[in-house]
């Protein structure tokens, strides 16, 4: 079974320039949760979906920052304009309706910003 | 005060040995716990949840202590494919929301 389908898997882009991370949740899920990880701040949920519709958007940075699912099968996180200090690793994670069970998380797009 | 805390390390170890990791939470409200594994560059997976009894997977022990709001993860007889990132993670009942700690790093050295 394919796992939750990150792209790009790296992106290098200059400050100012608009960036689009893209994420297929794993078949069957309806809850899809994006993260941001740096050595600074570890592992920060940024937004939460359930069936299409963002449920907590609290740990979106600003107002640069993003995010649409506009099916069950695709989600998109946008940074416009992007800056040096947005250079992560951003995860895409899906689990099923049920809170107790697992968050399979995506293979990360690694972003850096110059 | 960070919601959850863990040592960094690193922890290098020799193989075979015995290590234990430590990880507290702030929040009295959390109810699920959990251990991660992160390989370099590579995504969180699941290792075990923790429940309250404790419990064992293996070469792994997961122990929790409400009471001190305190939960450990022990790993015997390491092997070197055990090197990687562990994470703490907590949960408040019924809800979506994982909090992670940062992570302690574990080295195994021949």
């Known amino acids: 079974d394919a796992g939750v389908i990150q792209s790009p898997r790296h992106e290098v882009t200059e400050m100012g320039q608009e960036v689009t991370l893209r994420c297929k949740p794993i078949?069957?899920?309806?809850?899809l949760f994006w993260y941001r990880q740096t050595m600074m701040r570890g592992l920060e949920l940024l937004i939460y979906?359930?069936?299409?519709?963002?449920?907590?958007d609290s740990g979106m940075p600003e107002d640069r920052f993003s995010a649409k699912m506009p099916n069950a099968s695709f989600s998109t996180l946008k940074i416009q304009p992007s800056e040096p200090r947005d250079s992560a690793v951003y995860f895409c994670?899906?689990?099923?309706?049920?809170?107790?069970?697992?968050?399979?998380f995506g293979p990360g797009t690694r972003l850096t910003v110059t | 005060r960070k919601e959850v805390e863990q040592d960094p390390g690193p922890f290098n170890v020799p193989e075979g040995a015995t290590v234990a990791f430590n990880c507290t939470y702030s929040?009295?409200?959390?109810?699920?716990f959990f251990w991660y594994r992160q390989d370099c560059r590579k995504e969180p997976k699941l290792l075990m949840s923790?429940?309250?009894s404790g419990n064992e997977d293996g070469r792994f022990t997961a122990q929790l202590n409400r009471a001190s709001q305190y939960i450990s993860l022990l790993i015997r007889d390491s092997k070197l494919s055990d090197s990687a990132t562990y994470l703490c993670?907590?949960?408040?009942?019924?809800?979506?929301?994982?909090?992670f700690g940062s992570g302690t790093r574990l080295l195994v050295r021949p």
């Open positions: 929040n009295s409200a959390s109810q699920s």
């Open positions: 994670a899906s689990r099923t309706w049920d809170p107790s069970s697992e968050q399979y």
């Open positions: 078949s069957g899920h309806n809850s």
């Open positions: 923790v429940y309250s």
């Open positions: 993670v907590v949960r408040m009942d019924s809800s979506y929301k994982l909090i």
């Open positions: 979906f359930n069936n299409n519709v963002p449920i907590d």
